[in-house]
């Protein structure tokens, strides 16, 4: 019942900021007990947990990214978004948004979005 939807431009160019944005139907992103979540799989690697919120809003990020993430939502449009500054072309890849349960299953996950990075 619950649907995530990646949306955001396909080609980013080098240096410049990456800005997704993930739409939640069936179910509210204020929901007690879940996380939302921004998960990538890089060309040629594995999934890489990125980071995301909790329901009631506090922040967790990977350390490997955080110096250049940002996430934040929109609780009004049940949506939350993704921002990565300075990209390369190492972020090239797939970008899902997820429901997680504090156990770090993922239940709920969006199609995902090809995002390249290249001038």
């Known amino acids: 019942q619950v649907q995530l939807q990646e949306s955001g431009p396909g080609l980013v160019k080098p240096s410049q900021t990456l800005s997704l944005t993930c739409t939640v139907s069936?179910?509210?992103?204020?929901?007690?007990?879940?996380?939302w979540s921004w998960i990538r799989q890089p060309t040629g690697k594995g999934l890489e947990w990125m980071g995301g919120?909790?329901?009631?809003?506090?922040?967790y990020y990977s350390p490997s990214l955080k110096s250049r993430t940002s996430f934040s939502r929109d609780t009004s449009k049940n949506q939350f978004t993704l921002q990565l500054s300075s990209v390369t072309p190492e972020d090239t890849a797939v970008y899902y948004c997820?429901?997680?349960?504090?156990?770090?299953?993922?239940?709920?996950w969006g199609q995902g979005t090809q995002v390249t990075v290249s001038a």
């Open positions: 069936g179910g509210s992103i204020t929901t007690s007990g879940y996380f």
């Open positions: 919120f909790a329901y009631s809003g506090s922040t």
């Open positions: 997820a429901r997680e349960v504090p156990t770090g299953r993922i239940h709920y």
